[in-house]
């Protein structure tokens, strides 16, 4: 993030890409000097099998694995002590992520408590922590939230049912491991918001206030390649050169907001997943056009090169047009991939809209959005995506 004329860049020090790259995860863990492993991810990759393919691979490296598939969509600060206690009583030194962002998530979390003592909750906000966390190893199983390559951690408060921001660079992995031929069989669904949350974090970048070349240039990126291969991911999960662009894009697009930071998307769809346990990436992509055009005149250049960037035609066109056109490419998006058109649909109530929009205000990511919201226009906001 920027300060005055100041930046600095932060990413995993190794980012591996490709077809069966997975393959190199246990040569990998010896080269960081992990003798156990406790390989975090989820009840559904366990039940497909991923889990055990991995440990697999791991163990025929040499070194030891034991599983945790317990990671929780939203994780909690209980499932972070649960997973932590799994850590101590198996003796491990390391750890692997294995899913998409709540696996990646609920590690960082058990990970940095690991290596720094207390609970979750001694690290919300940016850069508590001491220590470097334990060698962690991100494997990536969708195209969305980026977490593999992010100093950001969320995690559930579960008392006040609020999402903690920590943001923090002893969280950002050792390695990340992207290998499409693990997300072929993501379903439809999972594809679209996944992908509509790598757009959130390319747009949210982009326009942020902590922006600098480098962020712009990995956020204008991503959101070239999403449009074009983000809709055949979705129409065919096999189609493998769909999903090593959304790879790329997903990869580019958490490189962005690392250190550009986010904005009033994830600050309030922080709350509605840590409210109601929503789907963050459906959070997003219901919440995506509201927040732009609430944004639109603090960055209004901006909006009109990502019009340009998501492929739309804009010869002729004023800037305030050619922005409104681009925001408007992002309602179409979601609308084709079936997103949900509001909050309502999900089972949201008007009554809780005071609260998330106080929340919301409070949360890290709001810090860096463009354009400084009063209370009333928060909760305008949200009415909007009802």
């Excluded at 080269?31 to 039940?47: I, P, T």
């Excluded at 291969?229 to 894009?249: H, K, S, T």
């Excluded at 998307?265 to 346990?277: E, P, R, S, T």
Aim: aromatic share 6%; hydrophobic share 45%.
């Amino acid at each position: 993030m920027s300060n005055g004329n100041q930046s600095a860049f932060f990413m995993p020090s190794v980012n591996l890409f490709g077809q069966g790259v997975v393959n190199e995860v246990g040569n990998r863990l010896v080269g960081l000097g992990v003798k156990k492993a406790l390989l975090v991810s989820d009840a559904g990759l366990n039940a497909l099998g991923v889990v055990d393919q991995i440990a697999g691979i791991i163990r025929e490296a040499g070194v030891d694995v034991a599983v945790f598939p317990k990671a929780e969509p939203n994780p909690t600060d209980k499932n972070v002590a649960e997973g932590l206690q799994a850590y101590i009583d198996e003796n491990c030194d390391g750890i692997v992520t294995l899913g998409g962002g709540s696996s990646h998530d609920a590690g960082k979390g058990i990970g940095l408590v690991a290596a720094n003592g207390g609970t979750i909750h001694d690290y919300e906000g940016v850069d508590v922590s001491k220590k470097p966390m334990v060698p962690l190893v991100a494997i990536n199983t969708t195209a969305g939230t980026g977490s593999e390559v992010t100093k950001f951690t969320i995690i559930t408060n579960s008392a006040r049912k609020v999402k903690m921001a920590i943001v923090d660079k002893h969280v950002t992995p050792a390695l990340s491991i992207n290998d499409p031929l693990l997300m072929v069989k993501m379903p439809p669904s999972l594809t679209a918001a996944t992908g509509l949350d790598a757009l959130t974090h390319a747009v949210e970048a982009y326009v942020s206030t902590a922006a600098t070349p480098i962020t712009d240039a990995l956020a204008i990126q991503a959101i070239k390649i999403i449009p074009k291969y983000l809709p055949r991911a979705v129409a065919n999960g096999e189609d493998i050169e769909a999903r090593e662009q959304m790879v790329f894009a997903q990869s580019l697009a958490g490189m962005a907001f690392n250190n550009a930071s986010l904005g009033y998307v994830h600050a309030i769809a922080h709350q509605f997943g840590g409210f109601y346990n929503y789907p963050h990436g459906v959070c997003n992509a219901i919440l995506l056009p509201h927040v732009c055009k609430f944004n639109l005149i603090a960055r209004e250049d901006k909006f009109a090169e990502i019009a340009v960037a998501l492929g739309e035609n804009v010869d002729g066109l004023s800037v305030r047009e050619a922005a409104e056109k681009g925001i408007a490419k992002i309602e179409q998006m979601s609308k084709d991939l079936n997103i949900p058109s509001g909050f309502t649909e999900l089972g949201a109530k008007e009554e809780d809209i005071p609260t998330l929009a106080e929340n919301a205000m409070k949360d890290a990511c709001s810090f860096t959005n463009p354009r400084k919201p009063k209370l009333q226009e928060v909760i305008d906001i949200i009415k909007g995506a009802l």
